[in-house]
């Protein structure tokens, strides 16, 4: 079964969220959150701290990253593992892969026309408000609180 990640990165302040616009398919044109394969034999986080490093620049010393969520799509025979985090400072985001680019969070991230995941980027935001006091109220072994 193939692994991927998506990774919900946060600006220091908790108030906007790094995205990408998809230059490639699946969802051409899309907007979507940073992330990508899990290779053979990698841990899922140390895949997500890879792609997040190749993807955007962003290293394991500027954002602590925490296991939010997972799907498996059985038809599919593939399987996508959720990370969350906030940077710990100001950050110089670059890549070639997509688009990218710090969104707020006032729009609605369940419009298909616009967002990639067939609504799953609504969802999974919404499953990072949900329990905010629990999980962004201080970091885990040390990790940063996240967004506010």
Known sequence: MQGYNLILVYDWTGTQLLMCRRKKEPYLGLIN??????????????????????????????IALRHLMDFTYHLSNCYVQVYVGRCVGDVNVYGDENQLFWSDLNHDFFDLNCYAGEGNIGHILEQVRLPRHTLWSGGKDGEPAGPQ
């Open 33 to 62: 959150l940073v992330g990508g394969k899990i290779e053979p034999g990698e841990n899922g986080l140390d895949a997500a701290y890879r792609e997040l490093c190749e993807e955007t620049a962003i290293t394991r010393r500027q």
